[in-house]
Structure formats: structure tokens, C-alpha cells
Nanobody, 115 residues
């Protein structure tokens, strides 16, 4: 059973930083695109950033210059370093990964940005 487990969410003041982690487990033979999505209250889930197996990265415009995505092939993990956080970044953040040619989602981790 392939699973994705996120960690690193929490409450932070505006301007602060958080680092999200997502690690895959199970019988995994291939890992392709891995990324982060978020869903704010009353809004649809949206892409934050993703990274291909060969390192090509895509960021959503609202997070460019503030967030950095990275991955560890050996650990089958993806990370999201979030700096200069704003209240509008408040959302549940979900990890998504294409593993063994199937898309999997994590259960999400809550990021709250508030003073």
C-alpha cells in the first residue's frame, strides 16, 4: 500500500517561515512528478509547486520568490520551504506524487499564518 505522509504545518506569524515534508512509503518502483497543492477555506485546491524527476520546477505565481520546492530521490520525499509567509497562504497543504504511474495524495497538513 503506497502512502504519502506530510508534516511540518503549523501556526506562524506573517513574515515567518515553515518547511513542509512529504515522504512516500510502500512498494515504490518509479517516482515521477511530486508536488504541493493547497486548499484555502471556500476555495478550490490549487497547485503551489511541483518538480519532475529530472528537476524541472513549476511554481504558482503567488509563491514565486518565496517558496522553494526540492526532492530527495533516495528517500522518495518532497519538501516545500516557505518563507515570507502571508495570511493569504493559510490553507491545508497537500502532497501529490506520481508513483508507479499512479497519482497519490497525502491527507494534508494545515498552515495558518496569523498574528
Amino acid at each position: 500500500q503506497v502512502q504519502l505522509v506530510e508534516s511540518g504545518g503549523g501556526l506562524v506569524q506573517p513574515g515567518g517561515s515553515l518547511r513542509l515534508s512529504c515522504t512516500a512509503s510502500g512498494h515504490i518502483f518509479t517516482s515521477n512528478v511530486m508536488g504541493w497543492y493547497r486548499q484555502a477555506p471556500g476555495k478550490e485546491r490549487e497547485l503551489v509547486a511541483d518538480i519532475t524527476r529530472d528537476g524541472r520546477i513549476n511554481y504558482a505565481d503567488p509563491v514565486k520568490g518565496r517558496f522553494t520546492i526540492s526532492r530527495d530521490h533516495a528517500k522518495i520525499a518532497v519538501y516545500l520551504q516557505m518563507n515570507s509567509l502571508k495570511p493569504e497562504d493559510t490553507a491545508v497543504y497537500y502532497c501529490k506524487a506520481n508513483l508507479n504511474t499512479v497519482d497519490y495524495w497525502g491527507k494534508g497538513t494545515l498552515v495558518s499564518v496569523s498574528s
